[in-house]
């Protein structure tokens, strides 16, 4: 069970969603998740992260981008988890730091920020991943009762993931 009350969403999902008809498209889009995500399920980290055709991901979006910079494409993760969120839309939920040690080879940029526990989140059209809003807190902060929440929000990245991934 997640360690604080939740807010109520609904405020914070009408400004996500009037966000999208802002200039500045898709960051007035990614920021405005993630300043609803903070408020509603709450991150140490907010990070973004697009999947183009072809196996390469880039990281679009990160509220701490001194640590985890925007840009660049690589190859990614073939890990186990990260094929069932990329080919069947799971979720991935990570409560503790040793699931998180166990689970992502670079954690030491999120433990030195505090961070325990993490969601990855799909963002999917027409049975196929776009990309994920990955979230990190201090552990013990998701639980499952999260993931319908964020998932939601994340989806409101649709738009913005289709028109990056047109424009190449």
Same mark, same amino acid.
């Given at each position: 069970m997640s360690m604080a009350p939740r807010p109520d969403p609904l405020p914070h999902l009408a400004r996500l969603a009037l966000a999208q008809a802002e200039e +500045?498209?898709?960051h007035?889009?990614? =920021? #405005?998740l993630? =300043? #609803?995500l903070a408020a509603v399920v709450g991150h140490r980290l907010c990070t973004i992260q697009i999947h183009y055709p072809g196996g390469e991901a880039e990281r679009v979006h990160s509220n701490v981008p001194q640590h985890y910079a925007v840009g660049g494409r690589k190859r990614a993760s073939d890990a186990p988890r990260m094929r069932e969120l990329m080919q069947h839309g799971r979720p991935i939920l990570i409560r503790t730091e040793a699931e998180l040690r166990a689970s992502y080879p670079d954690h030491a +940029? #999120?433990?030195a920020? +505090?961070?325990?526990s993490a969601?990855?989140?799909p963002v999917r059209w027409q049975g196929r991943t776009l990309g994920q809003v990955n979230l990190m807190h201090q552990e013990g902060w998701y639980g499952e009762e999260d993931l319908p929440l964020v998932r939601c929000f994340a989806q409101y990245l649709v738009p913005a993931f289709l028109a990056l991934a047109e424009a190449g």
């Open positions: +500045g498209q898709p007035s889009s990614f =920021a #405005a993630d =300043a #609803a +940029g #999120a433990s920020l +505090g961070c325990g969601m990855n989140t």
